[in-house]
């Protein structure tokens, strides 16, 4: 069965610093795998998306991801968080890119002045 | 592109009354159906699904049921409320051409 598994619950990091969330997951095959970002009481907005090819995604505001199958890792980064990013985001891993998706628990950021 | 109406944005109902969320979706036609319900600090956990009209796949044991009357509808309902059952509930859809679409969603208090 697909699992993910997202370790830090809570991130604090300063404006302009450089930001890594870790997402790692479970699958039998190759996983298409996404990155979302919620902000308090909204719905989900997409950031990016990998199902195949180059393993460093680029998505929306500046963020990216780097696909690794050796370490089943999906990490989300970012060179210099702004404090509009302050929000919870998500990882996700799915059979394809549009059936049912299995979410991690979610890792909470927090922007410091 | 699609786009996905969810109401109400928030509720609030008493233990043991009925519910009924309400989820349409524009722009797609033949859409996969999703509800999911988000507990603090537990994520989002995925409670149905529905690949058509009719077709509903529970994923987990619990006092909710959905139904799929029409194509682009879908509706979470429960006939007597839990405290447990509080928590943000999302609907979402899903097909080959854009992928998954989130809504908005409805924040539910049972009092």
């Known amino acids: 069965a697909q699992s993910v598994t997202q370790p830090d619950i809570h991130i604090t990091v300063s404006e302009g610093a450089s930001l890594e969330l870790r997402c790692n997951y479970s699958?039998?095959?190759?996983?298409?795998l996404f990155w979302y970002v919620q902000s308090p009481g909204q719905g989900l907005q997409l950031l990016l998306k990998?199902?195949?090819?180059?393993?460093l995604v680029q998505g929306i505001k500046g963020f990216e991801a780097e696909f690794k199958r050796s370490q089943s890792s999906f990490n989300l980064r970012k060179p210099s968080v702004h404090w509009s990013d302050a929000a919870e985001y998500f990882c996700?891993?799915?059979?394809?890119?549009?059936?049912?998706?299995?979410f991690g628990t979610g890792t909470r950021l927090l922007v410091s002045p | 592109s699609q786009t996905i109406h969810q109401w109400p944005a928030t509720l609030v109902q008493p233990v043991g009354s009925p519910l009924s969320l309400e989820c349409t979706v524009e722009?797609?036609?033949?859409?996969?159906l999703y509800w999911y319900r988000q507990a603090a600090g537990r994520g989002l956990q995925l409670l149905f699904y529905?690949?058509?009209?009719?077709?509903i796949s529970s994923e987990v044991p619990q006092n909710l049921s959905a139904s799929r009357p029409q194509d682009r509808q879908f509706i979470l309902s429960s006939k007597k409320l839990l405290l447990s059952d509080s928590g943000f509930y999302l609907c979402?859809?899903?097909?080959?051409?854009?992928?998954?679409?989130f809504g908005s969603g409805t924040r539910l208090t049972v009092v």
């Open positions: 996700a891993v799915g059979a394809t890119g549009f059936q049912k998706l299995v």
């Open positions: 979402a859809c899903s097909d080959s051409n854009y992928g998954y679409t």
């Open positions: 529905s690949v058509g009209i009719g077709q």
């Open positions: 699958y039998g095959a190759t996983p298409y």
């Open positions: 722009g797609t036609s033949n859409p996969n």
């Open positions: 990998y199902f195949s090819g180059d393993t």
